[in-house]
C-alpha cells in the first residue's frame, strides 16, 4: 500500500499538479496558431490522464477505506465540523473527472482546466491556508531568511515550467506522429 501511495505521490508531483499550465500553455497555442497544431489531440489526452488518474486514487481511498480505516480517516472527515469541505473535495476529485467521457464538455479547455483544478481542490486549499499563515506570523526571523529556492515562489514558477515543457513535448509528439501518417499515407498513395 505505501508503493501504491508513492507511485501515486510521484503521478501527482511531476504531472497532475502540472495540468492547469499544461493546458494554458495548449489555449495560447491554440490561440496563436489557430489549428496548426494538434492541440485537441493532447487535450483529448490530458481528459484520459485525468479519468485514468482518477480511477487509480479511487482505487486506493476505496481499498484503503476498507482494508486500513485507521489509516483513512474517512467517517471521521465526513461527518466532522468541516464535513461540507471535504464533501466539496471528495465528490469534485471523484465525479467530475468521469464528466470528460462526455465528448463535447471534454474538448472545451476551459471546462478541462476547471475539472483539473477541482481534481485537487483540496491541495489547492491546503497550499492557500500555508501561504496565508506563513504571512501572518509576527514573530521569529526565519520566515524573513528563507531563500528563494525554498520559496513559494519558486515552487509555482518551477510547476508551470514543468507543465510548459510536458505541454510543448506532448504536442511535439503529435507533430511527429502526423508528419509520419501524412508522409505514410504519400507513400501509399505513390506507389
Not at 490561440?31 to 486506493?60: A, G, M, Q
Not at 519558486?154 to 510547476?159: P, R, S
Not at 509528439?173 to 508522409?183: C, G, M, N, S, V
Request: contains cysteine.
Amino acid at each position: 500500500m505505501d508503493l501504491y501511495k508513492r507511485i501515486i505521490e510521484i503521478i501527482d508531483a511531476n504531472l497532475i499538479h502540472c495540468f492547469v499550465p499544461i493546458i494554458l500553455t495548449l489555449i495560447f497555442v491554440e490561440l496563436f496558431f489557430k489549428r496548426r497544431f494538434e492541440t485537441k489531440k493532447v487535450l483529448n489526452l490530458i481528459c484520459w490522464f485525468i479519468i485514468l488518474y482518477s480511477i487509480i486514487t479511487w482505487t486506493y481511498s476505496l481499498i484503503g477505506m476498507i482494508f486500513y480505516p485507521e489509516k483513512f480517516a474517512f467517517t471521521q472527515r465526513a461527518t466532522g465540523p468541516y464535513k461540507w469541505a471535504f464533501w466539496i473535495m471528495f465528490l469534485s476529485a471523484l465525479i467530475l473527472p468521469f464528466t470528460l467521457f462526455i465528448k463535447k464538455i471534454a474538448s472545451n479547455f476551459y471546462y478541462v482546466m476547471f475539472v483539473a483544478i477541482f481534481m485537487k481542490i483540496g491541495f489547492y486549499f491546503e497550499r492557500f491556508v500555508i501561504i496565508v499563515t506563513s504571512y501572518h506570523r509576527d514573530y521569529g526571523e526565519e520566515i524573513r531568511n528563507v531563500e528563494f529556492l525554498d520559496s513559494f515562489t519558486f515552487g509555482v514558477i518551477m510547476l508551470f515550467i514543468q507543465g510548459i515543457i510536458i505541454a510543448l513535448i506532448l504536442l511535439g509528439i503529435f507533430e511527429i506522429l502526423k508528419k509520419k501518417r501524412l508522409q505514410n499515407k504519400g507513400f501509399e498513395n505513390g506507389l
